[in-house]
């Protein structure tokens, strides 16, 4: 008998395999592709304190393996996500994550404080979204800020709460050590790598927003690495993430010293892909002789 | 489980049917008999450095065979629709469906009904034909070269437009129904945005129930991403915003349902 389960901060995952916020809703749409009674953990897509609208279109741009988005973070607000996304996902035996998005501080905690009395494993605070203009990414590019806004947070959570890092800094230990200075339980990354695409034909950008964040296989190497470095920085677990499409991929993020991973650009190219990480992981585990998976993590020292 | 899929499907035939202009047939099965006039199917490259799916209006269902016949247009070289355009039958590729809404013939049945098409939005508008039940006028758009226009004389009037007047009206369809005088109770359209903007200007003058086909950049096909949405009227379902997912709301809304 194998042992996939993993444990985020006093939670424990059957298995280390969730989703990424903004590439699989709530679940709902996935649903008919993949059992999510087999996920680790479902990651809700950002919700806020109230429905944001998002971007203009285009709002998505394929680059070589890769993409960019500049969804913008739509989404309908904290009281639809508890009326109607909670519930959805209690029907399922898997743990729910749900990533918050604001503009301000006060945004965040305030749903921070509503999803206290949800049924709720885990919160995601998403201080690292490259394509909203305030709020966003401006927690998550200064260390100071970083801090002050986990500490903040943390007063109001009750669940323990992941800080999603960006890769858009000059070194992401300093980011992962500010979150773990403010008192995150978690910490997962990388978010996108802010990028542009030109439209040569039309002369303009290939997204209405101009950037976008860019995901995919062509960004795993520099995700691996920055898992790497923050494993070896911080002592708080890690959910690792970037590029993963299939089992060997996720295999190199756990033993850089992820304790769990999320699958999330190859949802839109292999629908199924959530259930195969799943699988393939206990294959391996089964081929190597690997009794628990936590002989892999941080395996690559 | 849903009828949506993820699976190979093998290629029955494909050719060239007009300049950079694809018909494919393909062993779709179950796909074939879960499919309605107006979905896509988004097929995926077998070139991994191109990530996401192609989506491609369903042109006509083979339901005795079950089989889908996809006609596209190649959009330019080392484009995923070019990769499409070089595979042979019997050659397997992955395709995702189907997808989206379709048209709503019943809104439509034994009235005088436009199908109106442009350019490579004429295809979507044939399964249209065969399966509607009405007084049917196809009121087809192109730039120059026509394609499809004598299928569709089996099953509709068919009124031809090309910009360059070497069939036809000279112009667009707009210009084709006012030079035929045309008439109608219900219309249903595909088109490029310009297009589908006056045709929805004239209905909504004329005060003629139409429902209009929509495209825009898509990712996961299936209503997740939220890459695809369009302006709408009302606040929509599923972010309580004024954002329909064209991918799964649509690609067919009613005209006054939108903003183009």
Request: glycine share 10%.
């Amino acid at each position: 008998m194998i042992k996939t389960a993993v444990n985020l901060a006093g939670v424990e995952l059957k298995n280390p395999v969730m989703t990424a916020s903004g590439t699989f809703g709530s679940g709902e749409e996935y649903s008919e592709f993949v059992d999510l009674n087999k996920l680790g953990a479902v990651v809700t897509k950002g919700v806020a304190n109230v429905p944001w609208p998002g971007n203009p279109t285009p709002r998505i741009a394929e680059t070589s393996s890769g993409m960019l988005n500049a969804i913008g973070l739509q989404n309908p607000g904290i009281d639809v996500f508890c009326e109607r996304d909670i519930p959805f996902l209690k029907k399922y035996d898997t743990r729910i994550i749900v990533n918050v998005c604001g503009k301000t501080t006060e945004d965040y905690c305030e749903v921070v404080e509503r999803l206290g009395n949800e049924p709720v494993d885990l919160l995601e605070i998403n201080v690292s979204c490259p394509n909203v203009k305030e709020g966003g990414i401006a927690f998550g590019q200064d260390p100071k800020a970083l801090e002050a806004i986990t500490k903040e947070v943390k007063k109001y959570a009750k669940q323990p709460v992941i800080m999603k890092l960006s890769p858009n800094v000059t070194d992401i230990t300093e980011m992962a050590k500010a979150a773990e200075a403010g008192g995150a339980d978690v910490l997962s990354l990388i978010n996108t790598l802010t990028g542009m695409k030109i439209d040569i034909n039309r002369r303009t950008f290939a997204l209405a927003n101009k950037t976008g964040g860019m995901s995919g296989p062509a960004v795993k190497p520099v995700a691996v690495r920055m898992v790497y470095q923050v494993a070896q920085a911080v002592k708080l677990p890690i959910i690792g993430m970037g590029g993963i499409a299939t089992a060997e991929d996720a295999l190199e993020f756990l033993m850089a010293g992820a304790t769990a991973v999320s699958v999330g650009t190859a949802n839109f190219f292999n629908p199924y892909a959530t259930e195969e990480v799943v699988a393939g992981i206990e294959e391996f585990m089964r081929r190597q002789h690997v009794e628990d998976i936590s002989e892999l993590i941080g395996a690559v020292k | 489980m849903s009828e949506k899929t993820k699976k190979s499907l093998k290629i029955v035939s494909q050719k060239e049917i007009g300049k950079d202009i694809y018909s494919m047939w393909l062993q779709a099965d179950e796909m074939a008999d879960a499919a309605r006039p107006g979905q896509f199917l988004s097929l995926y490259t077998r070139d991994g450095s191109k990530l996401l799916p192609r989506p491609i209006s369903i042109c006509e269902i083979d339901r005795e065979n079950r089989r889908i016949r996809l006609v596209y247009r190649v959009t330019g070289e080392n484009t995923g629709t070019e990769a499409f355009s070089r595979l042979h039958a019997g050659v397997p590729v992955e395709v995702l469906g189907p997808l989206g809404n379709g048209f709503p013939l019943q809104e439509a049945e034994g009235k005088r009904v436009f199908l109106m098409g442009g350019g490579i939005g004429i295809p979507p508008m044939l399964q249209t034909a065969k399966e509607l039940h009405a007084e049917k006028t196809a009121v087809l758009g192109y730039r120059d070269e026509l394609f499809l226009n004598e299928e569709f004389e089996n099953f509709a009037n068919v009124f031809v437009a090309t910009e360059d007047g070497s069939a036809g009206t000279k112009g667009n369809v707009m210009d084709a129904i006012r030079e035929n005088a045309l008439e109608a109770d219900v219309i249903f359209a595909c088109g490029p945005t310009p297009m589908l903007r006056a045709i929805k200007t004239f209905a909504e003058e004329k005060n003629i129930p139409c429902w209009i086909s929509m495209e825009e950049r898509m990712a996961c096909g299936v209503g997740a991403c939220l890459a695809c949405v369009c302006k709408s009227k009302e606040v929509d379902g599923h972010s309580h915003v004024h954002n329909k997912r064209i991918c799964k709301d649509g690609p067919v809304f009613l005209s006054t349902e939108v903003e183009l």
